[in-house]
């Protein structure tokens, strides 16, 4: 999203972004201020005070109903947040959300509006602001909302709420960005009428982020493979790859010495790194596993400059594909993949010279993959390590997203035209252009690197 709104910035359009406090990500999941020191400073911010209520650690603040029953309160607090629009631990910030964008364009005219979802409540502001002044708005779904990506199956029926507010906002919308063809072959077939609209937008990678040089391991010194992601795997997904990684060390000498960091958030909330995966990673140091703790944006080029090999730990299967793999392949290292076999990273990742191959979430599969990564990591030549960052040059984020913005803004173009019918074109303008991004944490927190 930061990308979104300084390639906007870059076309020459004005770009007000509408965030939530800071105060609020970092009771959620922290805050990067190194993502915020790269938004173009032309970019307007707009920061509402909201805030998750059952994310509040301070029992103080707790009524009595919260403090003597708490898990009635939060369901009750479910119901409640589902009212204003069907979304749990979102939905109650509609209003707010709605108003802010009718303030932001009575004061300054808007001629776009993109809507990044999560949260999906960010849609209400969108659909508002096209009832009340028909401002043209695009909705940016990464995954999607009516197909749960790690199952791939539907996630709600047309018929219900959630359906209807689905289909009655992409109806009008004027393009629809998703990561991967399978996601937009499901809203394709969904909404055929609106199958033209339908844009894969891939999440690529910062080229910032990568070490940008060929890696000499040093074996003496004990090989290091990393993972720098979410931890949002199950802990018996975790459980096999510690399993796996310690099989490998007792078969393989390149990995005697050998050690594992893991970076990233765990958890959110009162559970951050106070959970099952914490003490599975603190029992397994005796493998020369470490947790290292969340990584600010400004040290992932030099957290992977350190590592001669990364293990890519995914959930879901073809419906997913990861914004790290990207990032991974520019690393020119050797890559482990500890996911399903059928999972669309497996597809990004043909062809490059360094992977392991997929190999399922399955023990002695993976540990032969630790393996061959050592072998990679100590034989591989530079020109080899050269042309596995080339296989990546293609992702760069700044590079899609600079294609996803000029296409977008063509079909802007001619709805104002009236060359589309699929959305009304927009009124009278200012010579000024603009453009409303409501924002997921992504904008302020990066995601998997804060």
């Known amino acids: 999203m930061r990308e979104t709104a300084n390639q906007f910035c870059r076309a020459g359009w004005d770009v007000t972004v509408v965030n939530i406090a800071q105060e609020s990500w970092e009771r959620d999941s922290g805050v990067d201020l190194t993502l915020l020191e790269q938004v173009d400073p032309r970019v307007n911010i707009v920061e509402l005070p909201l805030s998750r209520e059952d994310l509040e650690t301070d029992i103080r603040l707790f009524d009595e109903e919260r403090a003597l029953n708490p898990n009635k309160w939060v369901t009750q607090l479910r119901k409640r947040q589902q009212k204003p629009f069907p979304e749990p631990n979102f939905g109650e910030w509609r209003g707010a959300l709605e108003q802010a964008v009718l303030d932001i364009h009575r004061e300054h005219p808007a001629d776009l509006l993109v809507a990044s979802c999560v949260p999906y409540v960010n849609l209400a502001a969108a659909w508002k602001l096209w009832e009340e002044a028909k401002v043209p708005y695009a909705v940016d779904f990464r995954d999607g909302w009516s197909i749960d990506v790690i199952t791939g199956i539907e996630a709600f029926t047309k018929d219900s709420e959630m359906g209807r507010w689905e289909q009655k906002v992409l109806d009008h919308a004027v393009s629809l960005w998703v990561v991967n063809d399978p996601i937009a072959d499901h809203y394709r077939a969904r909404y055929p009428e609106f199958a033209s609209r339908v844009e894969v937008v891939r999440n690529g990678y910062d080229a910032d982020s990568s070490p940008g040089r060929a890696h000499r391991a040093d074996p003496e010194a004990g090989l290091v493979f990393g993972y720098l992601g979410t931890v949002n795997f199950t802990p018996a997904h975790l459980e096999t790859v510690l399993n796996a990684w310690r099989a490998a060390r007792e078969r393989e000498p390149l990995l005697a010495n050998a050690r594992f960091e893991v970076r990233g958030h765990i958890g959110n909330g009162a559970g951050r790194e106070a959970n099952k995966h914490s003490e599975m990673l603190k029992q397994a140091e005796v493998d020369g596993v470490s947790f290292g703790g969340p990584a600010a944006k400004a040290e992932v080029s030099s957290i992977y400059a350190r590592w001669d090999a990364m293990v890519l730990i995914l959930i879901g299967g073809r419906f997913v594909t990861s ?39 399955d023990e002695e599969g993976l540990a032969e993959s630790f393996v061959k990564a050592a072998h990679m990591a100590v034989e591989t030549s530079d020109e080899v390590h050269a042309e596995a960052m080339a296989h990546a040059d293609q992702f760069t984020r700044e590079a899609l997203m600079s294609v996803a913005v000029k296409n977008l803004v063509g079909r802007l173009t001619n709805e104002h035209d009236g060359n589309d019918g699929s959305a009304a074109a927009p009124g009278d303008k200012t010579s000024t252009t603009d453009v409303d991004s409501l924002s997921s944490k992504s904008i302020v927190a990066g995601g998997p690197t804060s």
Do not use: C, F, R
Not at 323 to 350: C, F, R, W
């Open 323 to 361: 914004g790290k793999v990207y990032e991974y392949m520019a690393t020119g290292l050797p890559i482990v993949s500890a996911h399903v076999v059928e999972h669309d990273a497996s597809n990004v990742l043909q062809g490059h010279p360094l992977w392991t191959g997929a190999v399922g979430i």
